[in-house]
């Protein structure tokens, strides 16, 4: 749980402490600053969202993981430079940590992308086909759904795509998705709410065609 | 959009924020919401129970996680070493006129997420690391003494007491130098 304290922010300069939220990583953050090898606890516990997140936007195994490698290769060498800098709008509970490390894999995967356009893609759809973990799952009726719901979040727009792929899929809330997509979050709110929109309209054609 | 329309689209937007909190959280129940002006639109409460449900969470393999983990312990201790050599050293940032990128996004999302003052301490001195103390001024020290003892061995004592020690070294210096009669030395 997140804890507010106040802080001095440019005291020098004079400027009025504001109240900040320590967000649950920065125990371990600052472990990991002070010796780097200590590092392992914040990997561990983001792994998985950060390699979601990169699968969804790249639809690939082996490119998620690269940029999965990539990401926390560049988030060990440059956290000195990392500064937390959450604010009350934050809200509770926010990880600038989190949100730190999604904006570097954001870039990560633009980087990913923009070298791999000479390259051929499998597009979300098929990978989904391709998706192993859905293969364990023995009812047949979850697995098209889950495959319907895949796909209709595979025809999103990429911001709206991303934004749900973050809430629903990494589970972060609509402040640290603004800070990892560089919008208000009110922007992110409205995004969230066409995307679903969308969805629920792409869901209902899906449905009815099968109906018949 | 008019101004009216889109703010109705704003708060809309923000049930559904709200609602999604609840059910993220895992208590459908409790996002159902009591004011009937605040309910959530059906299509849009089943798409959000689809999404939660249907879309799969995945994990890479325990190879890459751990090939992974060992990538970055390898890459830690190497940090750690600067840090070894002095433990007294701290890491200060560098002036540079030409900071290197941040990793983490763009200058317009850094913009964005920090506060004007910041920013322009930031424009004025960042980056580049440095280890200060420890190795760094241990190094420096050992050069200086060395420098200083050099210094001293050269250099003429003024004191009476240098001068009399000195006029003893010389002394001893020319008997142990003059040949002995009987004892060697040219025929």
């Known amino acids: 749980m997140a804890r507010a304290v106040f802080w001095r922010s440019g005291a ?7 109240l900040a939220h320590l967000d649950r990583d920065r125990p371990l953050v600052e472990a990991a600053l002070a010796d780097p090898t200590r590092f392992d606890a914040l990997y561990r516990r983001y792994l998985a969202p950060v390699y979601n997140f990169a699968y969804y936007e790249l639809g690939d195994h082996h490119a998620a993981e690269d940029a999965t490698e990539r990401t926390f290769l560049a988030a060990l060498a440059n956290l000195v430079r990392f500064r937390e ?3 009350p709008a934050d809200g509770e509970g926010a990880s600038t940590f989190k949100v730190w490390l999604f904006r570097i894999a954001r870039n990560v995967i633009a980087n990913e992308r923009r070298s791999s356009r000479r390259r051929p893609t499998v597009a979300l759809d098929d990978a989904a086909a391709l998706a192993d973990p859905l293969d364990v799952e023995r009812d047949a009726g979850r697995r098209i759904e889950a495959a319907a719901a895949w796909r209709a979040v595979g025809r999103l727009p990429e911001d709206r795509r991303r934004a749900v792929v973050l809430r629903f899929v990494d589970e972060l809330s609509t402040a640290e998705i603004a800070g990892v ?11 969230i709410h066409r995307a679903l929109r969308a969805v629920a309209r792409d869901l209902g054609s899906q449905r009815g065609p099968t109906a018949r | 959009m008019t101004h009216l329309g889109r703010e109705a689209a704003e708060v809309e937007a923000l ?5 999604l909190d609840a059910l993220l959280a895992g208590a459908e129940r409790a996002a159902r ?6 309910i959530v639109d059906a299509a849009v409460r089943l798409a959000s129970s689809r999404l939660t449900r249907d879309l799969p969470r995945f994990h890479p393999s325990f190879r890459f996680e751990e090939r992974l983990a060992l990538r970055l312990a390898e890459r830690a201790a190497s940090m750690r070493l600067p840090a070894a050599a002095g433990a007294e050293g701290v890491v200060v940032p560098l002036l540079s006129r030409h900071p290197a990128p941040d990793p983490a996004a763009g200058d317009e999302v850094d913009a964005a997420l920090e506060p004007a ?16 103390g420890g190795a760094v001024a241990a190094s420096a020290l050992s050069l200086a003494g060395a420098a200083f003892v050099a210094w001293r061995r050269n250099r003429g004592a003024a004191s009476p007491m240098a001068r009399a020690a000195r006029a003893a070294h010389a002394a001893r210096a020319s008997r142990i130098l003059r040949p002995t009669p009987g004892r060697g030395g040219p025929a």
Do not use: Q
């Not at chain 1, 020098?12 to 504001?18: D, E, S």
């Not at chain 2, 003052?117 to 200060?132: M, Q, W, Y």
């Open chain 2, 33 to 38: 919401p009591r004011d009937p002006r605040a």
């Open chain 2, 15 to 19: 049930v559904t924020d709200v609602y």
């Open chain 1, 12 to 18: 020098a300069t004079g400027v009025a402490p504001r």
């Open chain 1, 85 to 87: 800098r959450a604010r």
């Open chain 2, 117 to 132: 003052s910041e920013r322009a301490a930031r424009g004025r001195a960042v980056a580049r690391p440095i280890l200060l």
């Open chain 1, 181 to 191: 997509l560089g919008r208000s979050e009110g922007a992110v709110r409205v995004l």
